[in-house]
Every structure is written in structure tokens, then in C-alpha cells.
């Protein structure tokens, strides 16, 4: 499509390096705040939210001296576009692992962007599957509306309004080399 | 980081790994360990909803337990409703032909057939004709391409563990299969798989029991186990069929024992990290003595319990990517 690069505005910048830290900083702080006298525990979404996780552990240990135990959810095997058969199938990108029990536990799922709501739904399911949590929150850094389920963030950076053409670049150092969140709108119609 | 494996599923069926490319045989063995995970989950549900509300049929005209088993287990973890014919039991005893007792089955909505046959070639022949996914599961001594991904997958899992590399593939891997090859479909699907993936393979056994031009299938031939066995990482005894020493392919037993059989005696030209391999049901001290089945180098548990884990990725991908298309080629 040679008239697509014609017609895409530039990238907008949603987060700075330094916006993301605070976003996080602020969450932990929050996370905090919402389990006073309860321990709690962080999954991150594979890919970008296992080391979003890591950072708001990082953020609650040196808020409040405590570290709280990590794992990754990979939700691929609960996925509802996969069992429909709407998905190609491609080798897997990461795996599930954690190591706590989670009967009982206090939970925050924590992921980049809050879309559709269907990748949540499916890591919800794969929790059940391995017990019963007392709770389960969500942490995300960006929330671009285009909800298919009524699913919603307990711990948010931002909230913006996208169409379903846009991209949000969520790019962090540890993948990526860099850290911050990008708009990149698609091709305008019309 | 290295480049992942980008490439997709698209086959309606597995009949037989002559079939597939390395990226494919690589794709089901990196679609396994999830699901060996959640065979190994220590609370909660040890099941996954991927084929959830769909049929699969096993459909076995040959002895077999464990491979039918596996295939059973493999459907139940991920959450399928299985139902079993077995030759006792079928109408194949009654005179009824493949093709029909397959439409009948398929009358029922099946999703997958798994086929175990005498016949070489009784997997592709239902799968030009009929609308499930058929699964070979063994079919004459054409091929058993299930029972070689778990090969593979229990190979490469312990060269990866021995290297301390996430990344390692089999190149190079020196891999010695020693039997009845001629009469193994195991071993003729074990050769498609493991030289694909860079193994370089070398069979073993009596002259009576080697396939005439087997060294095109791209292997080493020799009838010297000594000399299969020196620098080999991977000894992989086959099953032998008493019932054929009527036929007189067979050397005497005892004469198998005293030129075949892998014993702490024969193994000691090869390195101590040698993995012991047999796909079952072992005829202790025939083909295989029983305190190296039992011993610390042997694996032929492990590939049980693969087994399970490389079926159902077979099972999801093959009736779950959206690649596939609905009707077509093999």
C-alpha cells in the first residue's frame, strides 16, 4: 500500500521514559494502599507485563520493604480466538510459571494495554483453573478503550480513546531497549 | 535472542513425518511444553479447554494399549469427549470396510480420528476421503509419526538440560537405533524426524532385518553394535517381535541376545551420558537388559509421560489453527 504511508499522521508519545516510571511508582503505591494487611502477589501478562510486574515489585519492596512474589501468565491455552480456530497458531512465546499457591491469594494481574478485554478474561480462567484466589485485580499502564466484555482496570496509568486501526507501542527496556508508550494512528479514511 | 520459530500450522493431518519440515516437526515440539505443564500443574485443574465440546475418536485395529492410552489421556487434558473402537470390539471383524466404518464414525460429528492399522498407508488413504483430522497412530511398517515428535521432544529436552542452552537443536547429535528395522515403523519415522532435525543416525540389527537401500533414508547401516554404539548419545533399542522368529527373518533368540542386546557390557564404548530410549512394551533382557531400562541413563519413563504432552499439541494444532484449510491436500 504505498498511499498508507502518505496518509498515517506521526506517532504521538503517550509516556515519556520518566512518565512510565511515575505511572509505576504511583500504581505500586496504590497496590499498596489496597492490600493493608494482606499479602500480595503479581502476574504479569506475557509479553510486557511480566516486566511491568517486576518494576511495580521493584516500586512496592523499596515503598514498603517488602517484595511480593512474581509469576507469568501466558493465557494462550485459554484464549477464545484459539479455540475458535481464529488464531494461526505459531510457536508459543513464553510459558506460564509461578510458584505460589493461589487458594487464598490476593492477586493483581498486571498487563501493558487494556483493550478488548478478552486477553484478561482468559487469564482469569487460567487462574481458576489452579485454585481459588480470594481476590483478583487488575494493574495495566494504558487503557484504549474498544471494551468487547465488561472488564475493567483497578490500577491505571492512562485512559485514552483509540479506533481500532491505531497501534499502542508499548516499549520497554528490557525487550525493547527503551522505555515509553506510543500512539501510532493507522492510515486515515477517507 | 535468537529468532523465533515464525513459522505456521497448516496441515489438516500428521500421517507421517516424511511429510513435514523441520519448522514443522520444531513447531509441535515448542507447542509441547505447555502442555506438559499442565500435566505437571500440582493444584487445581490438570486439564485445558482447547478442544473443549469436540469429538475425538480413537480408532484402533491393532493391539495396542499405551499408544491408545496416551491419545485418550492427551484428548481429556484437553478437555475432549473421546470414544474408542478397538478390533475386538469393531465391525472391522464383521467384514465392514475402513471407509465405512470411518462414515459411520464421522456420522457421530467426529472432530479427530487416530488410526491404528496393520495396513502402511491406511492413514493417508481415510484422510484423501474423509472430513475429520485423521492422526496416524501407527500404520504397518510405514510410519508412527507421533511416537518420533515425542522422541525428539524427550531428546532435545535432555541435550538443552546437558548444555545448559534453552536454544540447543539435535544437529550433530550422533543418535544409534538398534532392532528389527526393517519391520519398525518406529524406526522408519524416527529416521525422517531425527535426520531432519540434524541427528545423524545410524541402524543396527541382523542383516535380515535391515530394509533393502535403508542408508538412502540418509542413515549409517551396520550389523556391529560396538560400533553403532562408540560416540553414540542417543541408543535407542526397538521392540522385538517374538512372533516373528516363526517367519525366520529372526536369528535364534539367543544369538539376537549375544549380537543386539543393550547391556551395561555393550554400552561400555559408549559416552556416559548416553541416553537409554525404547518405545515400549520392553522385552526385558531380550533387546534390552533390565537393569539398563531401570538405570540412572535411561529415559523410556520420560517419553511416557511426553507422550501425552507432544499428542496434545498435535491434537491443538491441527484442529485449532486457523491455517488449515477446511478441505484440500494433506
Given amino acids: 500500500m504505498p498511499d498508507a504511508a502518505a496518509n498515517t499522521p506521526p506517532a504521538t508519545v503517550l509516556m515519556s521514559a520518566e512518565a512510565l516510571a511515575d505511572t509505576l511508582r504511583d500504581v505500586a503505591r496504590r ?10 502477589v503479581l502476574l504479569g501478562i506475557l509479553r510486557r507485563g511480566r516486566p511491568l510486574a517486576d518494576r511495580i515489585a521493584d516500586a512496592i519492596e523499596s515503598m514498603s520493604g517488602t517484595r511480593p512474589k512474581i509469576g507469568s501468565l501466558a493465557t494462550t491455552l485459554y484464549r477464545d480466538d484459539i479455540r475458535a480456530g481464529k488464531a494461526r497458531l505459531s510457536a508459543p512465546q513464553g510459558q506460564t510459571h509461578f510458584d505460589f499457591d493461589v487458594d487464598g491469594a490476593y492477586i493483581v494481574l498486571v498487563d501493558d494495554v487494556l ?3 478478552r486477553t484478561v478474561r482468559a487469564a482469569l480462567d487460567e487462574i481458576m483453573d489452579y485454585g481459588r484466589p480470594a481476590r483478583i485485580q487488575l494493574a495495566c499502564l494504558i487503557d484504549r478503550g474498544l471494551r468487547e466484555l465488561p472488564i475493567q482496570a483497578d490500577y491505571l496509568g492512562l485512559a485514552i480513546s483509540t479506533q481500532p486501526r491505531d497501534h499502542i507501542a508499548v516499549r520497554l527496556a528490557e525487550l525493547d531497549g527503551e522505555d515509553a508508550v506510543l500512539l501510532e494512528p493507522g492510515p486515515a479514511v477517507g | 535472542m535468537a529468532v523465533a520459530n515464525a513459522v505456521e500450522w497448516t496441515r489438516r493431518h500428521l500421517i507421517g513425518l516424511e511429510d513435514l519440515s523441520r519448522e514443522e516437526i520444531e513447531l509441535v515440539l515448542d507447542t509441547a511444553p505447555q502442555f506438559l505443564a499442565v500435566q505437571q500443574r500440582e493444584s487445581g485443574i490438570k486439564k485445558v479447554p482447547l478442544l473443549q465440546g469436540r469429538l475425538v475418536v480413537n480408532l484402533f485395529l491393532e493391539p495396542s494399549t499405551r499408544t491408545r492410552v496416551s491419545f485418550e489421556l492427551a484428548a481429556k487434558r484437553l478437555s475432549a469427549d473421546t470414544l474408542t473402537f478397538t478390533s475386538a470390539n469393531s465391525s472391522a471383524v464383521k467384514g465392514e470396510s475402513l471407509h465405512d466404518t470411518l462414515a459411520n464414525i464421522e456420522a457421530m460429528h467426529s472432530d479427530i480420528v487416530i488410526i491404528r492399522s496393520g495396513f502402511a498407508g491406511a492413514a493417508a488413504i481415510l484422510a484423501r476421503r474423509h472430513r475429520s483430522h485423521i492422526i ?7 510410519e508412527h509419526p507421533t511416537q518420533a515428535l515425542l522422541d525428539a521432544f524427550t531428546i532435545r529436552q535432555h541435550v538443552r538440560a546437558r548444555r545448559d542452552d534453552p536454544e540447543a537443536t539435535l544437529d550433530g547429535l550422533r543418535v544409534a537405533i538398534i532392532g528389527d528395522i526393517a519391520n519398525s515403523r518406529v524406526a522408519r519415522s524416527n529416521i525422517w524426524g531425527l535426520t531432519k532435525l540434524g541427528a545423524h543416525v545410524t541402524v543396527c540389527g541382523p542383516r535380515t532385518m ?22 553414540a548419545d542417543v541408543v535407542y533399542a526397538l521392540r522385538i517381535q517374538l512372533e516373528r522368529q516363526a517367519t525366520g527373518a529372526f536369528p535364534s533368540l539367543r544369538e539376537y541376545i549375544r549380537l543386539f542386546r543393550v547391556d551395561n557390557d555393550s554400552l561400555k564404548v559408549a559416552p556416559r551420558h548416553a541416553l537409554i530410549m525404547h518405545p515400549g512394551p520392553i522385552n526385558r533382557d531380550i533387546e534390552l537388559a533390565a537393569d539398563v531400562a531401570d538405570g540412572p541413563r535411561s529415559v ?20 485449532n489453527s486457523a491455517s488449515v484449510a477446511p478441505e484440500g491436500p494433506l
Fill in chain 1, 31 to 40: 497496590i499498596i494502599t489496597g492490600h493493608a494487611g494482606h499479602e500480595v
Fill in chain 1, 115 to 117: 483493550y478488548s478485554g
Fill in chain 2, 136 to 142: 496416524n497412530a501407527g500404520d504397518g511398517a510405514h
Fill in chain 2, 210 to 231: 535391515m530394509p533393502p537401500h535403508i542408508e538412502r533414508m540418509g542413515v549409517e547401516v551396520t550389523s556391529d553394535l560396538r560400533e553403532a554404539l562408540v560416540g
Fill in chain 2, 300 to 319: 523410556i519413563l520420560e517419553q511416557v509421560s511426553n507422550g501425552v504432552a507432544v499428542r496434545m499439541a498435535v491434537m491443538h494444532l491441527l484442529a
